[in-house]
């Protein structure tokens, strides 16, 4: 605590993460203002992790999650998801990493699926930030992970709401064809909002 205490104020959150590796972000800024430290400026960056909750999360997303760009009115949403039938599991999850929602996804019978839960996380700079913290420890999907941080830095750059382009029609067709599950889906089509039709083929 008494290191904490000395450098939280003037050093950068890069050099407090390596100084406490086990620990994330806002559990370091918990511990500085139970002590009753506060820091000069902040960094715009909303999520960051430990290493050590960066490996977790990597191989959780890679065995259970997904990493996704969802069509939504007009233009791209970045996601990452995470889904179990074991509700404290995704709740778990959620503490851990610090960041998204949870939710229910409602049973449905008529196509034998059980109840499950949900993790959520939207928007460019909290999957940005999430994405590059995992990616160094993603045992599969690094190729997804790596087309939503370019998609993520190119919003960036261009800016939200500046509907779809090519760059990112060919994002999104190329993480839906990662993304295709199983042999026999050996043709997709979709439309951008230019009505331009994509097939894509066997991966």
């Known amino acids: ?3 904490l ?10 050099a407090l993460m390596a100084l406490f590796p086990n620990r ?3 559990a370091i800024r918990s511990a500085a203002k139970d002590i009753g430290v506060h820091r000069f400026r902040s960094s715009g960056i909303p999520v960051l992790l430990s290493q050590e909750d960066a490996r977790l999360a990597a191989w959780a997303i890679a065995c259970e999650g997904s990493i996704q760009l969802l069509s939504n009115r007009g233009t791209l949403m970045p996601r990452l ?6 509700r404290e599991l995704v709740v778990k ?5 610090g960041c998204g929602v949870v939710w229910t996804q409602v049973a449905k019978p008529k196509f034998n699926q059980r ?3 949900a993790w ?18 993603l045992p599969i999907k690094q190729e997804q992970c790596a ?15 500046g509907g779809k382009n090519e760059k990112d029609s060919a994002i999104r067709c190329r993480m839906l064809e990662l993304n295709a599950r199983g042999r026999g889906r050996t043709k997709q089509k979709w439309r951008d909002k230019n009505g331009i039709r994509y097939e894509l083929g066997e991966r």
Not at 5 to 14: F, G, Q, W
Not at 81 to 86: G, M, P, Q, V, Y
Not at 93 to 97: C, N, W, Y
Not at 120 to 137: D, Q, T, V
């Open 147 to 161: 087309l939503l941080i370019e998609y993520c830095r190119h919003r960036q750059t261009f800016g939200w709401h």
């Open 5 to 14: 205490k000395e450098l939280y104020s003037i050093e950068s959150k890069k």
């Open 115 to 117: 109840e499950c839960y």
């Open 1 to 3: 605590m008494e290191m």
């Open 24 to 26: 994330t972000w806002n």
């Open 120 to 137: 959520y996380l939207y928007g460019i700079m909290p999957c940005l930030s999430f994405s590059e913290a995992i990616r160094p420890f």
């Open 81 to 86: 998801s995470l889904f179990n039938t074991a």
């Open 93 to 97: 999850f959620r503490e851990i990493v």
